[in-house]
């Protein structure tokens, strides 16, 4: 009996005889058709992008960059040499970086933009992703480095970042974090208190001297879809003075354990799962418990947190039922935008559940013997209406979630 081909199973041995299934959970060898006619598959190119990827010389810096001040304590633990205790999946880090290359050539070759130079001072050093020179600080070139648009006003200093598409909508919402804005304001400021370093390759760079910078640039770029966003802000002289005295306090303390940590943790934040240091700044994680647990050192900082969890939960209430209320009252809106922000759904599809009677025809019409198993639903309805207990075991291999409850204790 032959199967037709849409009912045919991928665990399926074809002949002119028809279709036999397997009787073992795990097919036979013979019965997998590889997709390629090779004994070996094929070499990955992850493990060669790793390597090339810790070859960097920004993988391979010992001091400070102006990158690395993302959060005080990393910094802390780069500034005093300690060794990274976490690797960490890099993949999409490198996609980032193989993008990241390619945005700066185009810059480079059909803009004429200076781009992947060092600014370095006697505390901190960074490779600026690109330089946009006003008309009157490009003159001061040979014609060939001139970019072939000036800035129209002042010199620009941009930062390219790319960012997954879960991170998309927070960037067109609010922008660049705190920590990129210091990031660049880094950069800007080595560039108009020191210039251009003056090392091989950027010689005639260097003898510009300061470059009286105007305007920061961050050039987001979506790694699904490819979709840009630009965001552009004057140079501010406090935010850069800020930004230095962040520095300042990294470099002044005397352990990376006395710096505040800038993030949330492990499971909570994405900056913290990927860090270099999260177990030596978080611990090692212990069954059963998550990383934060470890803040809480005594019966203070307990009652102090579970005071703030009572307060957080009771100003969270009224917004949850707002938010609700507010759900309910765009049911039913088309799609669109509407002021500052755009409209869309998801979901709404049906379903999809395993054809069992369909299941069933296919094991037939093969002349193999349909599995049969107790209906545990149909089971425990008939005990519970003859009024017999239902009968359960305890698994100790799975675990229900833990919930937290809070009560307002009676005073004596």
Same mark, same amino acid.
């Given at each position: 009996m032959t199967v037709h081909p849409a009912?045919?199973?991928?665990?399926?041995?074809?002949?002119?005889?028809g279709c036999r299934f397997p009787t073992t959970r795990a097919a036979p060898s013979s019965w997998r058709t590889p997709l390629i006619n090779t004994h070996e598959r094929p070499v990955s190119l992850w493990?060669?992008?790793?390597?090339?990827?810790?070859?960097?010389?920004r993988s391979l810096q010992a001091k400070i960059g102006a990158s690395d001040t993302v959060c005080a304590?990393?910094?802390g633990y780069l500034l005093h040499g300690r060794t990274p205790t976490d690797s960490g999946e890099k993949r999409k880090a490198i996609i980032g970086t193989w993008l990241h290359a390619g945005i700066l050539s185009a810059a480079r070759e059909e803009l004429g933009w200076i781009i992947e130079h060092r600014v370095e001072d006697g505390t901190i050093r960074g490779h600026i992703d690109a330089v946009q020179l006003d008309s009157e600080t490009a003159s001061r070139l040979p014609k060939r480095m001139r970019p072939r648009l000036p800035a129209e006003e002042a010199t620009v200093v941009e930062d390219v970042k790319t960012k997954s598409p879960y991170q998309w909508d927070a960037v067109l919402r609010y922008g660049a974090t705190n920590a990129e804005i210091r990031q660049v304001l880094l950069y800007a400021d080595l560039l108009r208190t020191e210039g251009f370093a003056n090392i091989r390759g950027q010689r005639q760079l260097?003898?510009?001297?300061?470059v009286n910078v105007g305007r920061i640039r961050f050039r987001f770029i979506n790694r699904d879809s490819g979709d840009d966003h630009v965001q552009e802000m004057p140079y501010s002289v406090a935010r850069a003075s800020a930004a230095r005295w962040w520095v300042r306090q990294v470099r002044q303390a005397r352990s990376p354990e006395d710096l505040p940590r800038d993030f949330d943790g492990p499971g909570l934040s994405a900056v913290c799962d990927n860090c270099p240091f999260r177990t030596a700044c978080w611990g090692d994680i212990v069954a059963g418990r998550r990383p934060q647990s470890?803040?809480?050192?005594?019966?203070?900082?307990?009652?102090?947190?579970?005071?703030e969890y009572v307060a957080v939960s009771a100003e969270m209430k009224p917004l949850k039922e707002r938010l609700k209320f507010?759900?309910?009252?765009?049911?039913?809106? +088309?799609?669109?935008?509407?002021?500052?922000?755009?409209?869309?759904?998801?979901?709404?599809?049906?379903?999809?559940t395993d054809d069992v009677d369909a299941m069933v025809g296919l094991y037939r019409r093969a002349g193999v013997e349909v599995p049969m198993v107790p209906d545990a639903a149909a089971m425990k309805a008939q005990l519970k209406?003859?009024?017999?207990?239902?009968?359960?075991?305890?698994?100790? +291999?799975?675990?229900?979630?833990?919930?937290?409850?809070?009560t307002v204790r009676e005073k004596s």
């Open positions: 009912h045919r199973s991928p665990n399926c041995e074809y002949a002119s005889s493990p060669a992008a790793h390597a090339v990827d810790a070859r960097r010389p304590r990393r910094a260097a003898r510009l001297g300061p470890v803040l809480i050192r005594d019966d203070a900082d307990r009652e102090a947190a579970l005071a507010l759900r309910a009252q765009l049911d039913g809106s +088309e799609p669109g935008a509407y002021g500052d922000n755009v409209l869309s759904w998801s979901g709404g599809n049906p379903v999809k209406a003859e009024g017999i207990p239902v009968p359960v075991r305890l698994d100790h +291999e799975h675990r229900t979630a833990v919930s937290i409850n809070v």
